[in-house]
């Protein structure tokens, strides 16, 4: 199903919720509910009247929802973020009536999706705002969830694929899987784990990275290593991606095997949930997983 028949919207919250954001924010006059991502819960852009903000950017869930846990880990995010950090400024959080809440500062309506593609004008503020997230969040603050806590998930998923019997490519996975040192990946940077287009706004040559669902301390080359694929899937070849990746000091000192090894595992990820993810996501995840692919066999073909 897609977000935008499962999500639930601002009238679906308890009172206590709708309560707390108008006494905080003023009347909402109207609440969008966002139709794209994939993370489950209220996400909705409130326009307000009588308060600070003329819009603020809300998100909820359940606290017994599964996802629960993720909507905490960016609350979290969203209170030890350095002031100057380009990203959206949590206004506001609190669990009422059942729900987890919180309210972040609204990116105006003219920024974008970042356009990852060759050649794209957003590309150098991109990675400008890579380096500088990599500097001004070493060291990490206090109270942040290891990074293997996220990789655990990737490892599973590969795992279950390299069981099965009529998997391509296995002796590549496998050769790549066996690189996969736990120690390689620990380091006190705050990551934020899961960079992509979606996840950077572009608004002229200021970016502003959202959803920190999956921050994580860790070592400091990880996010460039996780965004690389995306970097394929956007049209680059891996060449040209590890030369663009070359500009962020991070990447400089990665461990080659370990960069191998994490994209053994998040391309492996991809290919469970194409395999065996919800209909309506298993086109992406298969181009994510070629993308994968593609950039996994150039990092082992230069071992």
Known sequence: MSARTTRPAWEDLPDAVINAVEAKFGTVLKAE???GGIMPGVVARLDLEGGE??????????????????????RWAGENLPEDTPAPRMLWSDTLGGWHAMAFEYVNDNAHHADLSPGSNDLPAVLDTMALLAAMLTPCPNGAMPVSDNVKALVAKGRAMLDKPD?????????AFECLD???LRGNTLLH?????????????????VDWSFAARGAAWLDAALFAPRLVEAGHNPVEVDRLLSTLPPWRDAPRPAVAGIAAAWTLFREYKATYGPEGVREARARAAEAGRSWLAYQRAKD
């Open 167 to 175: 998997l391509p490519d296995r002796k590549l996975y496998e050769a």
């Open 193 to 209: 784990y899961d960079l992509s287009s979606s996840n950077l706004l572009v608004s002229g040559q200021h970016v502003r990275v």
């Open 182 to 184: 736990p120690a390689h």
């Open 33 to 35: 509910t966002m139709t």
């Open 53 to 74: 903000h003329e819009h603020v950017f809300l998100k909820a869930i359940d606290r017994t929802h599964e996802a629960a846990r993720l909507h905490l880990r960016e």
